[in-house]
């Protein structure tokens, strides 16, 4: 069974910055895209960004160019985003989703909340 | 960048058959993907590639893409149906993923 379970969320301060954790098992994680969405609260979804299963490849949008990273260790089958420099703005559920053209599995999402 | 219009709303009676709307410029050159997100819950691909389903989801769902509107519909809606629901596509522009602004359903 597929199971992405998201970690790392948590209150911090404008200007801080979070790692996010995603723990991937029941695939073969590195044969796979893999994608992180947020949804502000009360909002709609937003991709934020994705991987390809090496590593080599990674796009983001615009919002979070500069201050976001994606990255994995698929020895651990393990999906990150290192978040910098954040704002209110980046306040919401993140959900990390298996990128196969479409995401077709997803996290239960981790709340971040930037706020003083 | 690309965009993807969603109505905010739909409503319909149980029984009856909800169609809901994802524009964008020339979406039906694109593969359309839908995902069905109930409140408190991750999103579940419901639609994939136009009109494909995962396995699991009921015959019930079904899509549609041509010329700049793709189609999300819901035969004999049940209330287990309420939710919201999102348009996506991969616009090879500028390398995003692109999501539709969602759609409440509202199964009266």
């Known amino acids: 069974e597929v199971q992405l379970v998201e970690s790392g969320g948590g209150l911090v301060q404008p200007g801080g910055s979070l790692r996010l954790s995603c723990a991937a098992s029941?695939?073969?994680?590195?044969?796979?895209?893999m994608s992180w969405v947020r949804q502000a609260p009360g909002k709609g979804l937003e991709w934020v960004a994705n991987?390809?299963?090496?590593?080599?490849?990674?796009y983001y949008v615009d919002s979070v160019k500069g201050r976001f990273t994606i990255s994995r260790d698929n020895a651990k089958n393990s999906l990150y985003l290192q978040m910098n420099s954040l704002r209110a703005e980046d306040t919401a559920e993140y959900y990390c989703?298996?990128?196969?053209?479409?995401?077709?599995?997803w996290g239960q999402g981790t709340l971040v909340t930037v706020s003083s | 960048s690309y965009v993807l219009t969603q109505p905010p709303s739909v409503s319909v009676a149980p029984g009856q058959t909800a169609r809901i709307t994802c524009g964008g410029n020339n979406i039906g050159s694109k593969s359309v993907h839908w995902y069905q997100q109930k409140p408190g819950q991750a999103p579940v691909l419901v639609v994939y590639d136009d009109s494909d389903r995962p396995s699991g989801i009921p015959e019930r769902f079904s899509g549609s893409n041509s010329g700049n509107t793709a189609t999300l519909t819901i035969s004999r809606v049940e209330t287990g149906d309420e939710a919201d629901y999102y348009c996506?596509?991969?616009?090879?522009?500028?390398?995003?993923?692109?999501f539709g602004g969602g759609t409440k359903l509202t199964v009266l």
């Open positions: 989703g298996r990128d196969t053209g479409k995401l077709d599995y």
């Open positions: 029941g695939f073969t994680f590195s044969s796979y895209w």
């Open positions: 996506q596509v991969w616009d090879s522009s500028s390398d995003h993923w692109v």
């Open positions: 991987i390809k299963q090496d590593g080599s490849e990674k």
